[in-house]
């Protein structure tokens, strides 16, 4: 009797516990229920803009942060030895429906590049390249072998920081133009090609300029070996440009305009 006794007593003490606990919590929040009912609706409407406001604060901080980590957790493409003068990087991309597209990368070495301010002449080591040698020298037998076997064919063009951007743009454009004249003269007629105008480099990149090649005027051009049926290859293109840390991604250049060549 006296143990039902007691247990009765703790039960009756657990509830006045319980209530005081709830009046307590109550009364803390009592300023809301004051908010709500002297403020009614209008109340209602600026604590749910605060909170919405609040979480979108949080999920545009998460977002810029995520992109900035990313730049850093991206992987670095190994450079392949193709030529004697070129060297390819294997990368894949996806377009926005997720189809895929695999592309060779094929970039000449740091000793060639465009010359300064010219829209159709190649430089090595600083000595003008002619259009024969650049025949024999850039597309050599193993590069043409490589081209050889791709669905389609793109030409890039790219220009140095320095200079207005405008005219920069325009010149990339040209360089793009010439290097698919050169390209079209070395490869089959049926096999499409395209133009790349990625305009002026503008965001430096440390892991981009390697011991094999420099980012700001190169001469480029890219293979599209496989595509799954459908693929928006511009979209798949610059996802695998995206892909890697030391790719000349679209968002180091001042725009990203593919058109057909032939």
Known sequence: MSERHHVHRDEERDRRSGALVAYRWWDRIGWLKWLFSRGGEMAGRLFAAGIIAATA????????????RSKFLRPVVTAERLGATTH???IQGLDDAGRR?????????????????SVDKLTRDDAP???AQVESVIFDDLVRARLKGAKQLIAVGTASEEGDAAAEKHRAGQRAQQTANWLAAVTDAKTPVWTLNLGQYQQPCAACDTNETSWQRPF???????????????????????????MPSP???STFALSRFR
């Open 251 to 253: 968002e180091r250049y």
């Open 88 to 90: 390819a990087y294997v």
């Open 220 to 246: 480029l051009i890219i293979a599209v070996q496989q595509a799954s049926w459908g693929a928006d290859i511009a979209e798949a293109l610059a996802d695998a440009l995206n892909s890697a840390s030391n």
């Open 57 to 68: 604060g949080w999920i545009t901080w998460d977002a810029i942060d995520a992109r900035s």
């Open 129 to 131: 390249l002619t259009k």
């Open 101 to 117: 597209a695999d592309f060779d990368l094929i970039v000449a070495d740091k000793s060639i590049t465009w010359e300064r301010g």
